[in-house]
């Protein structure tokens, strides 16, 4: 039997059998989507990309460019490198200077960080590691 007493016991019955209300948030029921259907059944294709990865595709290229009168095949994201150094050095291109600068401090704080970790790690002496297997071959035993 029901927790429902009396009342609200028959006003639960009648709402179950009142028909479906529609209005804000509520659709009618023929025109919602049926369990395991998608809002989207074509989705976006395979194979495609975002714009972020046709970048990093496209910069990966090799092309070949005149360095010092000689041909040199090198990536696109070097030839950019090279030409915001070379801004920034030869043509006093404030704005140059100023990504450089930005991407070798990044560079340091990056590499800083990373000897950091390698810092914090040491092995442990022998008379450390006979009293970890110690532990360990005690711990065995008891299992």
């Known amino acids: 039997m029901s927790n429902l007493e009396g009342e609200d016991a028959s006003q639960a019955a009648a709402g179950a059998l009142a028909p479906y209300a529609v209005g804000n948030k509520h659709p009618p029921k023929h025109s919602q989507f ?31 460019v005149m360095k010092g009168g000689k041909p040199v095949r090198m990536t696109k994201r070097d030839v950019i490198a090279t030409q915001i150094v070379d801004a920034s050095m030869m043509k006093n291109n404030l704005k140059a200077t100023m990504a450089v600068m930005k991407i070798d ?5 990056a590499q800083t960080a990373i000897s950091a970790q390698a810092i ?16 360990l071959s005690r711990l065995t035993e008891e299992a």
């Open 105 to 109: 401090d990044e560079d340091a704080i």
């Open 120 to 135: 914090d790690f040491v092995m442990p002496d022998k008379e450390n590691l006979k009293l970890i297997a110690k532990r």
């Open 34 to 64: 049926k369990p395991g259907q998608s809002g989207n059944p074509k989705g976006r294709p395979k194979g495609s990309s975002n714009l972020r990865t046709r970048v990093r595709e496209e910069l990966r290229k090799t092309v070949t």
